[in-house]
């Protein structure tokens, strides 16, 4: 099955940019996944293609119109469509790679970038779009966020990464951070690999991966293994 995205934008060129190389770019030439863009400007409102206006109640900036969004929305999605319909957006919930685990599952995923200010809360709220942030900060558009979200998804897609076991240890998963790598040369600037790494010893790798693992998060990212600790006691 190919996973189809549709999005929508200001900036068709900006697709598929870095998702047209490597893993992304050869899943794409493989059908493994497909996008369209759909351009916003097409469906502005009237002689000049008029996409935004100024903000309800004063402010800075411009908001995207909800029945210009509104029409490409239903263009890009209609109602029988049972693509997630998602909007970038910094106010979005925090994306986890387990969200991402699920849209690689699904058929594939609607995706409204924002510009300027932002969207008209009507349309967000009238065609259930889910808010997906990829972190907090402010980006000057949701193009690279887009493009963030679906090289994450894109390479969990069946047949997408070679090595099947890569996408099982990396960080994140089971929320620790991975351990560190090495390779050749065996010395560098004075610096060997940790021995147990060349010793063939398994067990002894794998433990010694696990307990680097332990120490990082612990030391990098207390929050997760808060979390880990919840999600084990509920178990
Ligand atoms: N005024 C808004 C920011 C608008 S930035 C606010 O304060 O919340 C313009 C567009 O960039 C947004 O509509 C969104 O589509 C995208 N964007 C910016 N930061 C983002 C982030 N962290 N995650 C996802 N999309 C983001």
Redesign the pocket.
């Known amino acids: 099955m190919t996973f189809r995205a549709s999005i929508l934008t200001l900036y068709p060129d900006m697709f598929p940019g870095s998702l047209g190389k490597s893993l992304a770019g050869r899943a794409l030439e493989r059908g493994d996944w497909a996008y369209e863009t759909v351009p916003i400007r097409d469906f502005g409102e009237g002689k000049h293609a008029n996409v935004d206006d100024t903000p309800a109640g004063g402010g800075a900036?411009m908001v995207l119109r909800a029945d210009v969004l509104g029409q490409v929305i239903d263009a890009a999605s209609p109602s029988q469509d049972t693509r997630p319909r998602l909007?970038?957006?910094?106010?979005?919930k925090p994306l986890t790679q387990t969200r991402v685990r699920e849209f690689a599952t699904g058929e594939g995923v609607v995706i409204?970038?924002?510009?300027?200010?932002?969207?008209d809360q009507r349309v967000i709220d009238a065609r259930n779009l889910e808010e997906?942030?990829?972190?907090?900060?402010?980006?000057?558009?949701?193009e690279v966020?887009a493009t963030v979200l679906l090289d994450a998804i894109i390479r969990l897609l069946p047949g997408v990464m070679g090595n099947e076991m890569s996408g099982t240890h990396e960080s994140f998963e089971n929320d620790l951070l991975e351990h560190p790598h090495y390779t050749r040369p065996a010395v560098w600037e004075g610096h060997e690999i940790p021995e147990v790494l060349t010793s063939g010893n398994h067990k002894k790798i794998a433990e010694w991966q696990r307990k680097q693992s332990e120490a990082l998060t612990k030391a990098r990212r207390p929050d997760l293994i808060a979390k880990r600790r919840t999600t084990l006691d509920k178990d």
């Open positions: 900036g909007l970038m957006s910094p106010r979005g409204v970038c924002g510009r300027f200010e932002g969207v997906v942030s990829i972190g907090d900060y402010i980006l000057s558009g949701g966020a």
